[in-house]
């Protein structure tokens, strides 16, 4: 039977990048799709930025093709991570032959916590002059994201990992976070180190070649993996992926991008890639190669949208992404 795939392009390029990379996947394997809707075109029109329904089609379809949503961002990708129970976002960051990069030698994955830390949305506004935040941190999602990174770097063959942290500040939250994952890597023999996100950041834009895979909480990770997407040649190339359980959604870490959103020349890589790691996630592995081997011949000397300096439709790079498919 053929996988259910949700399909969730959200809004502004969402429209644009998703439909692109349909056309891609529909070129390599026969899944079953289940077009649904949530952003703030849908909350504009109903009231509510996520619909029952997508819930639903999200929770119990096998994987999530997403795009990008806008103001009701939060409202509706936290609970769609929740939904099926995601607590780590994988974002690969790294370098592609024929792409203009910051840093040429970027090659790191960023695993980032994805259901606690400053995002846990626990804020208040004390009184007219006064806010809070609450920053959460569990050992036993520290624990699992510590599993999750161990049996991820021997699943793929890296060294270890590096925790990306601020326990000097946050002792109890980070101290908490760091221990835990350290306690893990050492039961299963895999090397960790660890460095203040701060000193990372700097590190990150001098010489990226230092890291390998980083561990990190939630806002680090979001941060840390737009900074890792300036050095390898813009938001447009950085796709990731939502795991942890039996069921992912894939979606790009840009967002729905409204300065360019209906123009047609949003750069449809990320999202690309983001569907090579689904089809990953799903077992097809010779079709995910293959996708990923396409879009990166095409990034290195095809059709190029004007993020990348070209002058080419989304439309362009998926009808050349689909020639260079086996
Ligand atoms: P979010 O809050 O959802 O992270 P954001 O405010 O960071 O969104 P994005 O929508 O990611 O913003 O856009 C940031 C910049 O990157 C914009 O100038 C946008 O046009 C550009 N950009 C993002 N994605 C793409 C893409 N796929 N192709 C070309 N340009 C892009
Ligand atoms: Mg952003």
């Known amino acids: 039977m053929n996988e259910r795939i949700a399909v969730l392009p959200g809004d502004g390029i969402g429209h644009e990048v998703v439909p692109a990379t349909l056309r891609v996947l529909d070129a390599v394997v026969d899944f079953e799709y289940d077009h649904v809707e949530a952003g703030d075109a849908v909350a504009e029109r109903t009231g509510a930025p996520l619909p029952e329904e997508t819930l639903e089609?999200?929770?119990?379809?096998?994987?999530?093709?997403?795009?990008?949503?806008?103001?009701t961002?939060?409202?509706?990708?936290?609970?769609?991570?929740e939904a099926?129970?995601?607590?780590?976002?994988?974002?690969?960051?790294?370098?592609?032959?024929?792409?203009d990069a910051v840093q040429p030698d970027t090659d790191i994955v960023i695993l980032r916590e994805n259901t606690e830390g400053v995002y846990a949305g626990i804020e208040d506004r004390l009184s007219e002059d006064v806010s809070t935040l609450t920053r959460l941190v569990t050992q036993s999602a520290s624990r699992r994201l510590g599993e999750f990174a161990c049996e991820y770097v021997e699943a793929n063959d890296h060294d270890g990992f590096t925790i990306a942290h601020k326990n000097n500040v946050m002792r109890v939250t980070d101290g908490l976070f760091v221990?835990?994952?350290e306690e893990v890597a050492t039961e299963h023999g895999v090397d960790v180190d660890d460095a203040y996100m701060d000193a990372m950041a700097t590190h990150l834009a001098m010489d990226p070649s230092q890291?390998?895979?980083i561990v990190c909480p939630n806002l680090a990770g979001d941060v840390l993996s737009d900074l890792a997407a300036g050095l390898v040649g813009g938001l447009g190339l950085l796709p990731s992926a939502n795991v942890g359980s039996d069921r992912g959604i894939f979606e790009p870490v840009h967002g729905c991008a409204p300065d360019i959103a209906g123009e047609g020349v949003a750069n449809p890589a990320a999202t690309m890639f983001s569907a090579a790691m689904l089809l990953e996630f799903l077992d097809y592995d010779s079709e995910a190669d293959a996708v990923r081997s396409a879009v990166e011949s095409t990034l290195e000397d095809g059709p190029?949208?004007?993020d990348?300096?070209?002058?080419a439709t989304t439309d362009d790079?998926?009808?050349?992404v689909i020639d260079r498919l086996p």
């Not at 961002?73 to 991570?81: C, G, M, W």
């Not at 790079?317 to 050349?320: F, L, P, R």
Request: aromatic share 6%; charged share 20%.
């Open 84 to 99: 099926v129970d995601s607590f780590v976002n994988i974002r690969p960051a790294r370098t592609h032959p024929g792409v």
């Open 57 to 71: 089609a999200v929770s119990t379809a096998d994987a999530t093709l997403f795009g990008a949503t806008g103001e």
């Open 304 to 306: 190029r949208t004007p």
């Open 211 to 213: 890291y390998d895979v």
């Open 179 to 181: 221990d835990t994952i």
């Open 317 to 320: 790079v998926a009808d050349a």
């Open 308 to 311: 990348l300096g070209g002058s």
């Open 73 to 81: 961002s939060a409202d509706v990708i936290l609970p769609l991570r």
